[in-house]
């Protein structure tokens, strides 16, 4: 079990530009999950996917933010015309559906500072 | 909506007993949980419990539930500077969608 891992971890930007982040989950795990986090904050869903169907998106999620999930694997999420207000951390998750409880594991998030 | 509280900070000298408390509001909540996390880093699954149960225990984590009054604490025995987090408390009513605190920053005194 290697974990969920992310990559970027960290990400500088200009403001308008676009930027894509990738997101690994534990290989076994079929749901996957996309979170934005600000300082002093706790985590805000942005999305979340089932295989490589995305099942649920929040209103948070412009229509500048999009996610795939093209193969049932792994997932990128893309900012495009970034705004400072883009500046957070997003985290991915992952968890097996079907088990008792839907426990999701998370990576060690992406930093990204929109300048 | 439904909400998760937390005290922001909580400030214990090394050795001692931490308690971080987090009240809930949904009454359809299942599954609560605990999340550490560290600066810069992801978050951590440290344990959660069903709520059927009272107590939970996992070596120096001990998690209380009293679900009459939707209260939740964990509790760090022996508290030590690596215990130094952010530490989050979430409510599920058992699908994908987790409520959480705006969690409760662990200072350790030495």
């Known amino acids: 079990d290697t974990g969920v891992s992310q990559d970027p971890r960290h990400k500088i930007t200009k403001r308008g530009q676009n930027v894509t982040f990738r997101c690994d989950p534990i290989s076994e795990h079929n749901r996957l999950y996309w979170y934005r986090q600000t300082l002093g904050q706790g985590p805000e869903f942005l999305t979340y996917?089932?295989?490589?169907?995305?099942?649920?998106k929040s209103r948070l999620l412009s229509d500048r933010f999009s996610a795939e999930r093209p193969k049932g694997s792994f997932s990128t999420l893309e900012i495009q015309r970034t705004e400072q207000g883009d500046s957070a951390m997003y985290l991915c998750?992952?968890?097996?559906?079907?088990?008792?409880?839907?426990?999701?594991?998370f990576g060690p998030g992406t930093r990204l500072l929109v300048l | 909506g439904e909400d998760v509280e937390q005290s922001l900070f909580l400030s214990v000298r090394e050795g001692d007993s931490s308690v971080i408390n987090c009240t809930y509001t949904d009454s359809s909540s299942t599954y609560l949980y605990w999340y550490k996390q560290e600066p810069g880093a992801g978050l951590q699954l440290l344990t959660y419990?069903?709520?059927n149960m009272d107590m939970k225990q996992d070596q120096r984590l001990t998690v209380l539930l009293n679900k009459k009054d939707k209260h939740l604490s964990l509790r760090i025995a022996d508290t030590q500077t690596g215990d130094s987090a952010i530490y989050f408390c979430a409510s599920s009513e058992g699908n994908y969608q987790l409520i959480w605190g705006a969690g409760t920053k662990l200072i350790i005194k030495p």
């Open positions: 996917f089932q295989n490589e169907a995305q099942l649920e």
């Open positions: 998750a992952s968890s097996r559906s079907g088990r008792p409880q839907e426990t999701q594991y």
């Open positions: 419990i069903f709520s």
